[in-house]
C-alpha cells in the first residue's frame, strides 16, 4: 500500500510510540515483510522475526523491542505492533459504502460487458471487451485488465485470511492490498481471490480456473497456468509460468511451485516444487515414484503372507 510521502514523526504520534532514528524520515507505505520495499513501514511482534525484519528493505519498523537502530531506518518502538499497524493502514486505507451496484469512481474500458446483477467496488479499473456476469463481486481498488472473463458469483478482492490469536479471541489484520488480474484470464464460478494484506494478490496474463478455485492472499501466480475445479492456494505463494493444477489440489502457504510443473487430482503441497516435474499424492513426490509407492502398498498383504508362510 503506498500513500503520499508523511514524516517519520507524525506517523508516531498517530499511534503514540516512541521514535528512535531520523524524526524527518519521510515514509511512503506499509507491506508486510514479504513484500516490503524501500520507504514502507512494516511491523514484527515475535523475536523469530526482529532480524528478518530490521534487515530487510522496510525503511520504518514497529517492533516491541528496545534495540539499535539500523542506519537509514527508523523504529517505532511499540507494546502491540499488530495493533498500531493496524491503526496506520486504516487510517490510510478507507473502505467507501456502497449505494448502487457500480460505483460512480469505477473506469470500464471499451466494450466491456457488465451483465446485471454484478457488483463493482470504488476505484476499480475494468479493462476493455471484458465480461462480468451476474453475482460478481470486485471490492474496491482491484485492477482488471483487458478480456477478462468473469463467472457468476466470483468474489474478487475479499480480505486476507490473517489473523493474530489473543487471550480473548482473534485479531484481525486490516486488509489494506488490492488483487491484480492481468489480460486474458478467464476466472470460474464462484472462485474467491483474496486482496493482498498490504499488496497485491496477482493473476498473471492468459490463466485460466475453473469454478471454486481459491487464491489466498498476495499470492502472485504467473503467465498461462491453468486450475481445475475446487483447487485452494494458500497466501503468500508464488506460482510460476505455466503450472496445471488438476482438481482439489491443496497449497500450503509461502512456497513457489516452478514454471511448467503439473500436479494431479487431490494431491496436497507442503513445500516448494521444482518445475517442468509431474506430481501426486499427499504429501506430493513425482507423479512416477508414488505411483510406484502406491502399487508396493497394495501389494504389502501378499508380502506379509509370504513371510508369514516362511515362517
Same mark, same amino acid.
Given at each position: 500500500?503506498?500513500?503520499?510521502?508523511?514524516?517519520?514523526?507524525?506517523?508516531?504520534?498517530?499511534?503514540?510510540?516512541?521514535?528512535?532514528?531520523?524524526?524527518?524520515?519521510?515514509?511512503?507505505?506499509?507491506?508486510?515483510?514479504?513484500?516490503?520495499?524501500?520507504?514502507?513501514?512494516?511491523?514484527?511482534?515475535?523475536?523469530?522475526?526482529?532480524?528478518?525484519?530490521?534487515?530487510?528493505?522496510?525503511?520504518? &519498523?514497529?517492533?516491541?523491542?528496545?534495540?539499535?537502530?539500523?542506519?537509514?531506518?527508523?523504529?517505532? &518502538?511499540?507494546?502491540?505492533?499488530?495493533?498500531?499497524?493496524?491503526?496506520?493502514?486504516?487510517?490510510?486505507?478507507?473502505?467507501?459504502?456502497?449505494?448502487?451496484?457500480?460505483h460512480p469512481s469505477v473506469i470500464?474500458?471499451?466494450?466491456?460487458?457488465?451483465?446485471?446483477?454484478?457488483?463493482?467496488?470504488?476505484?476499480?479499473?475494468?479493462?476493455?471487451?471484458?465480461?462480468?456476469?451476474?453475482?460478481?463481486?470486485?471490492?474496491?481498488?482491484?485492477?482488471?485488465?483487458?478480456?477478462?472473463?468473469?463467472?457468476?458469483?466470483?468474489? &474478487?478482492?475479499?480480505?486476507?485470511?490473517?489473523?493474530?490469536?489473543?487471550?480473548?479471541?482473534?485479531?484481525?489484520?486490516?486488509?489494506?492490498?488490492?488483487?491484480?488480474?492481468?489480460?486474458?484470464?478467464?476466472?470460474?464460478?464462484?472462485?474467491?481471490?483474496?486482496?493482498?494484506?498490504s499488496a497485491d494478490t496477482v493473476?498473471?496474463?492468459g490463466t485460466k480456473m475453473d469454478?471454486?478455485?481459491?487464491?489466498?492472499?498476495?499470492?502472485?501466480?504467473?503467465?498461462?497456468?491453468?486450475?481445475?475445479?475446487?483447487?485452494?492456494?494458500?497466501?503468500?505463494?508464488?506460482?510460476?509460468?505455466?503450472?496445471?493444477?488438476?482438481?482439489?489440489?491443496?497449497?500450503?502457504?509461502?512456497?513457489?511451485?516452478?514454471?511448467?510443473?503439473?500436479?494431479?487430482?487431490?494431491?496436497?503441497?507442503?513445500?516448494?516444487?521444482?518445475?517442468?516435474?509431474?506430481?501426486?499424492?499427499?504429501?506430493?513426490?513425482?507423479?512416477?515414484?508414488?505411483?510406484?509407492?502406491?502399487?508396493?502398498?497394495?501389494?504389502?498383504?501378499?508380502?506379509?503372507?509370504?513371510?508369514?508362510?516362511?515362517?
Open positions: 500500500m503506498k500513500i503520499k510521502p508523511v514524516k517519520a514523526s507524525d506517523l508516531a504520534a498517530k499511534i503514540n510510540a516512541r521514535l528512535v532514528g531520523n524524526s524527518e524520515l519521510l515514509l511512503t507505505g506499509f507491506n508486510e515483510i514479504h513484500r516490503v520495499e524501500n520507504g514502507d513501514v512494516s511491523f514484527v511482534d515475535h523475536p523469530k522475526y526482529y532480524d528478518k525484519v530490521l534487515s530487510s528493505a522496510a525503511t520504518g &519498523i514497529i517492533i516491541n523491542k528496545e534495540t539499535e537502530c539500523p542506519q537509514g531506518k527508523v523504529l517505532f &518502538i511499540s507494546d502491540d505492533p499488530f495493533r498500531d499497524y493496524n491503526k496506520l493502514t486504516s487510517f490510510y486505507f478507507k473502505h467507501e459504502p456502497m449505494h448502487q451496484a457500480v470500464i474500458g471499451r466494450n466491456t460487458l457488465i451483465h446485471h446483477g454484478a457488483v463493482i467496488g470504488a476505484h476499480v479499473t475494468v479493462g476493455n471487451d471484458c465480461v462480468i456476469y451476474p453475482g460478481a463481486v470486485i471490492y474496491d481498488h482491484c485492477k482488471i485488465g483487458n478480456r477478462v472473463v468473469v463467472h457468476a458469483n466470483a468474489v &474478487i478482492g475479499s480480505d486476507a485470511f490473517y489473523f493474530k490469536r489473543r487471550p480473548s479471541g482473534y485479531e484481525k489484520l486490516f486488509s489494506c492490498g488490492s488483487v491484480v488480474i492481468e489480460d486474458d484470464v478467464e476466472i470460474g464460478s464462484s472462485c474467491t481471490i483474496d486482496r493482498g494484506v493473476i498473471g496474463q469454478n471454486q478455485v481459491h487464491v489466498g492472499h498476495d499470492t502472485v501466480i504467473g503467465k498461462n497456468c491453468l486450475f481445475a475445479a475446487q483447487v485452494g492456494i494458500a497466501g503468500v505463494v508464488t506460482i510460476e509460468d505455466d503450472v496445471i493444477l488438476w482438481g482439489q489440489v491443496g497449497v500450503q502457504k509461502d512456497l513457489t511451485i516452478g514454471k511448467g510443473a503439473v500436479v494431479l487430482g487431490q494431491s496436497g503441497i507442503p513445500k516448494s516444487l521444482e518445475g517442468n516435474k509431474t506430481y501426486f499424492g499427499s504429501p506430493v513426490r513425482e507423479a512416477r515414484e508414488k505411483m510406484k509407492e502406491l502399487a508396493m502398498i497394495k501389494n504389502l498383504p501378499s508380502v506379509i503372507e509370504i513371510l508369514k508362510d516362511k515362517k
